[in-house]
């Protein structure tokens, strides 16, 4: 082309309409390019997400500045529901007087009692908001889904606008559905081939590029109507071009209509199959859900026949059967919940019940506004009626959630918004006046549907990239009504109208996530330093069992190793971030734990308590002189201590449900500059914000034992050891030095993780009578396991008796003990490994044989496998030999001529 040509045509673009287009842009990029971000849950991601919307408002003022035309109206229902939302948030953040929030929160004036304003308190607690920094990037994340809202329902102004966009909510399914099973397929341990998930396998399931199956499933789920009546289109389409004739008499239906139609079809082939392989049975019912509600609706349209209706109504019912009929519970385990400890417990149907109950209690002791946007993890553990293994950042219930942290006020609110797209809905299936927007109709419905059923037991509301496209379907809902029902409510000024208030808003949001977004990076490093220790100890300890020489030495390097990459991270994320609160715990604990691996390496230093016992009996005249003794004494790890005390200090002030902080300030209450509570009041607040936590219980009877109160420390040692946690450890190690191991099972009922826990301590100890008592209980508690509806612990009972067995050389009920565990759990290492040494020592050699081997293959750097092996070799080797008839000749020549004679005549040589 001539450069006359090429100038003449950039002449006659229309340079006013790429800001348009920019527009459009941002929101298919919200779509498209949001959900690569770990789907928004990440703080990378919601970043991503927030720069998205921001850039998609800035083109849209930039439109509106460069261009006439009056303003979209908007519905006055939704305007108050956007300026309500976020005005809720910052009132939980508002200072309020004491009077003020006891009236509002009771229930927080009730729980902390060592923030009622006297002399020897924290202050006044003067927020309904327990946890700040997680309300405000609440509030920023709402924000940006309002931005987005108001920028999406302005842009929208046709018909033909609504249509594109929701048919971009498909063809974003459609992509997340071709990357979750590529990744599938190609069975990468790695998030988009790149990014590691410490807490889980990324080739058990299609995720895609969500850190969790389910919301991948859902993602995908709300993009079936959509792709549903583009099939249904095609098909129209098809049937139209089949009936025109060609001059030659063919059929007129075209290469590309065909292409177009079967290409139609198989997307939703492509979303049913990256459904499936999620394994969730939560986005697999969703998607059953948005398919059921649409085929009705497009049903009802004259989209499709009954007999269609028919068909896809038995292939549901189908789906459902199959699905119980498959016990996708066990299909399921493909996910990653295979595992006794890992994060994929959550799944746990009882786990789930318990905070599910927790959330219920936490909203009917605080039901007005709630404890505050975000702060989930920091409430439930208050109500929960029991300890569970795993942390539950969120309520497994979107629905529960908002009750908990934002009560009655945000049910209302949410409610609110439900109803209004809801009767936006009814209003347009009956009011519509041709198919075509009946069957847009339908596929809103189908998708709100979706996000209604899952949220019921899923937090999928609070996913970005999930409630992200709902969003966007809101607003073409929206704007759908208002094109037919010409009254519009409300006409936005020219703030609003012209983007400003948008930008204003999205460069907020951004600003506030700036600062988590650049920790990142080092929270990431911590999460997988912190499970590499886990996962690197447990190997370590192995080898201690089985006597290694070095191991105890190596553990407590590795420890030393990874609390110091741990502090590091700790240091730089609460140096950029003071108001982190969970940081500022955590760099507390970690502190503490490495003074006392100092003090290990140190061999026989002095511990926190000896260290505590030795500063308050010196009664030093002031702070200055105990801090000076402390370098004196302990050199650079004094700092140490230091750091431990004014991080749990922030870290209780900036959250005051975080109960492990009080009691780090108890441990180091010799260190104390300022006034504080009293220690039993330390305590006592600790035990009321987390009454069910390990730690917290172990530690709070560590006290009540230093002060002769010994029957109370047996009752909070007791309920601790019904607790899962690190703790176990630290509690066995004192019970198995106050109690022989009968008063012990007698007095504590320890369940299945206890009793192995103290078992290690008790086998140093070397006292058969303890050891005898220990696999008792553990049998007692496998047969009673077997009984209810935990198999797997029952396993791991029957592995721990038969592992105690062993040890005490009963080798016949060690065999029986281990063969019942791995009937139960075949898959499952350890107990593997146990049946493999049981059937060994047992000389079973043929038996033991392929359990080794098959251990081996899993763990090929385990020596004792090796050597057991070796030996079974040996000794078929010398088996083959005694048998050959070369050696049996021999042995006759050798043969005393008095020996007996064979009593068969064939047997002799």
């Known amino acids: 082309m001539k450069p006359q040509a090429i100038i003449q045509r950039l002449r006659n673009v229309d340079v006013r309409r790429w800001p348009l287009k920019a527009v459009d842009a941002g929101l298919a990029a919200v779509l498209l390019v949001a959900p690569l971000f770990y789907g928004g849950r990440h703080d990378i991601g919601l970043l991503a997400y927030a720069v998205i919307v921001l850039a998609t408002a800035v083109a849209w003022a930039v439109h509106r500045a460069t261009n006439e035309g009056s303003a979209s109206p908007l519905s006055g229902w939704a305007a108050a529901l956007l300026a309500a939302g976020p005005a809720l948030l910052l009132l939980q953040l508002t200072p309020l007087p004491p009077a003020v929030l006891g009236v509002l929160s009771p229930e927080l004036a009730d729980r902390l009692t060592t923030w009622r304003g006297d002399a020897n308190s924290f202050g006044a607690w003067q927020t309904l908001t327990v946890d700040a920094w997680a309300t405000r990037s609440s509030l920023a994340t709402l924000l940006t889904h309002c931005v987005l809202f108001l920028v999406a329902a302005q842009r929208l102004k046709t018909v033909g606008d609504v249509r594109r966009l929701i048919s971009w909510v498909g063809f974003a399914a459609v992509g997340m559905s071709a990357l979750a099973l590529l990744q599938y397929a190609s069975g990468t341990k790695l998030l988009l ?37 583009l099939a249904l289109r095609q098909r129209e389409a098809l049937a ?37 392989l999620t394994f969730s049975r939560g986005a697999l019912l969703a998607y059953l859900v948005g398919m059921a509600v649409t085929l009705a609706l497009l049903g009802w349209a004259g989209w499709v026949g009954r007999s269609h209706l028919v068909r896809g109504g038995l292939l549901l019912i189908v789906a459902g059967v199959a699905l119980s009929l ?66 539950f950042t969120h309520a497994e219930s979107g629905y529960l959630q908002v009750a908990t942290e934002a009560g009655l006020a945000g049910l209302l609110l949410a409610g609110g918004a439900v109803a209004l797209v809801g009767c936006w809905c009814v209003r347009g299936l009956v009011g519509a006046k041709d198919r075509d927007d009946l069957a847009l ?58 983007g400003y208030a948008g930008v204003a808003m999205a460069s907020a949001c951004v600003a506030l996530l700036v600062a988590p977004a650049e920790t990142a990076r080092l929270r990431d490093h911590y999460t997988t330093t ?233 086998r140093h100890r070397g006292n058969e009578t303890d050891l005898r008592a220990l696999a008792v209980h553990a049998t007692k508690l496998a047969e009673q396991n077997q009984l209810t509806d935990t198999p797997r612990h029952a396993a791991v009972n029957y592995w721990q008796a038969a592992t105690i067995h062993e040890q005490l050389g009963d080798l016949p009920r060690a065999v029986e003990c281990a063969a019942r565990a791995y009937e139960i759990e075949p898959r499952l290492f350890h107990i593997r490994r146990g049946l493999a040494s049981a059937l060994f020592r047992s000389e079973r050699y043929d038996e033991a044989d392929p359990h080794i081997r098959w251990c081996l293959a899993r763990s090929p750097d385990d020596q004792s496998l090796r050597s057991w092996l070796e030996k079974i070799a040996k000794h078929r080797l010398m088996q083959r030999d005694a048998s050959s008839p070369t050696r049996v000749a021999r042995r006759s020549l050798l043969a005393s001529p008095w020996d007996e004679p064979p009593t068969d005549p064939k047997q002799d040589p």
């Open 240 to 276: 139209a071009a089949a009936l025109r004739r060609s001059p030659n008499a063919k059929p007129g239906v075209s290469r590309d209509e065909l292409i177009r139609t079967i290409g139609s079809i198989a997307a939703l082939g492509l979303t049913a199959a990256a459904v499936l």
């Open 326 to 391: 498959l016990q996708y519970d066990q299909v399921s385990q493909k996910s990653g919940g295979v595992t006794l400890t890992g994060i994929d417990d959550l799944t746990d149907t009882t786990d789930r019940q318990l905070v599910w109950r927790a959330n219920l209690s936490a909203f009917a002791a605080n039901p007005v506004f709630g404890y505050g946007a975000g702060s989930h993890g920091q409430v439930y553990p208050m109500f929960i009626e029991e300890a569970t293994p795993v942390h």
């Open 530 to 762: 912190s499970v590499a220790v886990n996962r690197y100890n447990s190997s370590l300890f192995a080898k201690a069992r089985n006597n290694a020489p070095d191991a105890d030495d190596q553990i407590l390097a590795s420890r030393v190793y990874y609390s110091d990459e741990m502090i590091r991270d700790l240091v730089e994320i609460v140096r950029a971030n003071p108001q982190d609160a969970a940081a500022q715990l955590r760099l507390a604990a970690q502190c503490l734990h490495r003074f006392e691996l100092a003090q290990a390496q140190a061999g026989g230093g002095m511990g926190l308590e000896a260290v505590r016992s030795a500063v308050l009996a010196s009664e030093f005249p002031s702070h200055e002189a105990t801090v000076e003794w402390l370098r004196r004494a302990f050199g650079e790890d004094a700092r140490l201590l230091l750091t431990a005390r004014s991080a749990a200090a922030h870290a209780v002030r900036l959250c005051p449900l975080q109960g492990e902080g009080y009691l780090y300030l108890a441990d180091l209450d010799f260190l104390a500059a300022d006034q504080l509570p009293g220690n039993d009041q330390l305590v006592e607040q600790a035990l009321s914000v987390r009454p069910q936590n390990g730690s917290v219980l172990f530690t709070a009877g560590k006290h009540r034992f230093q002060t002769a109160q010994i029957d109370e420390a047996r009752e909070l040692w007791r309920r601790a050891g019904r607790a899962p946690g690190n703790h176990l450890v630290k509690l066995a190690s004192v019970v198995s030095l106050l109690f022989p191991a009968e008063q012990f099972v007698t007095d504590f009922d320890p369940d299945w993780r206890f009793t192995f826990a103290a078992y290690e301590f008790y």
């Open 193 to 229: 081939w790149c990014i590691p998930l410490p807490y889980r396998d990324v080739s058990r399931a299609a995720l895609g590029s969500f850190t969790t199956p389910n919301h991948c499933g859902h993602f995908i789920a709300l993009g079936v109507g959509a792709l549903l009546l």
């Open 441 to 498: 109709w339908a596929v809103i419905a189908g998708a709100l549907g979706v996000s209604l059923f899952h949220s019921i037991a899923d937090f999928v509301w609070f996913i970005p990239s999930c409630l992200a496209p709902m969003v966007l379907i809101a607003a073409a809902a929206m704007r759908l009504h208002l094109l037919r029902d010409k009254r519009p409510l409300w006409r936005p000024n020219g703030v609003v109208s012209g």
